[in-house]
């Protein structure tokens, strides 16, 4: 079935930038999605990109997708403490994003 | 913050008791799903609905039931709680039009099965 698989740590400093990887294995995926949860809350949709895009950016947030690998990375730029979360990297087949896989998430922990 | 509320917030309950959740959402959306989060681990999706009285399962559904009766309101039933049903359980939305990749959460219910 499908597959999902992050890192489960990553640790930067203040200001620096923030890279997470994420490999999937459908190669059917039609939409992927970044997802970020904080302690005791739900998850809340931060970007996503379509399968024909390599690239999008929004603010501080660069989604990266080589399909070709099944690779996908969310860029944060100039990391901030309020950043420090659980990343969730998650794909589906078609436009319903209740259907997705989710991998088993990145916990970013920013350093002052 | 997308009108979406879950009850209860918290729950302990013994093995071998029936318990239901409830999700409640003020968007009028089309689809509801319900998802369980276990530590270390994404989300699983149980069940999900795509209208009232329009269910269907989905990755982790056994010892698991759902009802719509309405639009706003989707209940999760553990016909007989089991320990492996203790969980984080996440009610989410989506539109179920052309935006469809838009889910929205709900804050959680954590149960746990003694």
């Known amino acids: 079935g499908e597959d999902v698989e992050q890192s489960l740590f990553l640790s930067v400093r203040e200001g620096d930038s923030s890279v997470i990887n994420c490999t999937y294995t459908?190669?059917?995926?039609?939409?992927l999605y970044w997802y970020k949860q904080e302690p005791g809350a739900g998850l809340q949709l931060l970007t996503y990109?379509?399968?024909?895009?390599d690239m999008k950016q929004d603010q501080r947030l660069t989604v990266l997708l080589n399909k070709k690998d099944k690779h996908l990375s969310l860029r944060i730029a100039d990391t901030q403490t309020g950043d420090s979360a659980i990343y969730f990297c998650?794909?589906?087949?078609?436009?319903?994003?209740?259907?997705?896989?989710f991998g088993d998430g990145t916990t970013l922990t920013v350093k002052p | 913050d997308a009108g979406i509320t879950q009850s209860p917030r918290h729950k302990v309950t013994e093995t071998g008791t029936p318990v239901t959740l409830r999700c409640h959402q003020t968007?009028?959306?089309?689809?509801m799903y319900w998802y369980r989060q276990d530590p270390g681990h994404g989300l699983r999706l149980i069940h999900y609905?795509?209208?009232?009285?329009?269910?269907d399962k989905g990755e982790v559904s056994d010892g698991y039931s759902v009802s719509r009766s309405k639009t706003e309101d989707f209940l999760l039933t553990l016909e007989s709680a089991t320990s492996s049903q203790t969980s984080v359980y996440f009610c989410?939305?989506?539109?179920?039009?052309?935006?469809?990749?838009?889910?929205?959460f709900g804050p959680g219910t954590r149960l746990t099965v003694t």
């Open positions: 989410a939305i989506s539109p179920g039009d052309l935006s469809s990749y838009e889910q929205y």
């Open positions: 459908d190669s059917s995926s039609t939409y």
């Open positions: 990109i379509f399968s024909n895009m």
């Open positions: 998650a794909e589906s087949r078609g436009t319903n994003a209740g259907k997705s896989t």
């Open positions: 968007e009028n959306h089309r689809y």
């Open positions: 609905s795509y209208g009232v009285k329009d269910t």
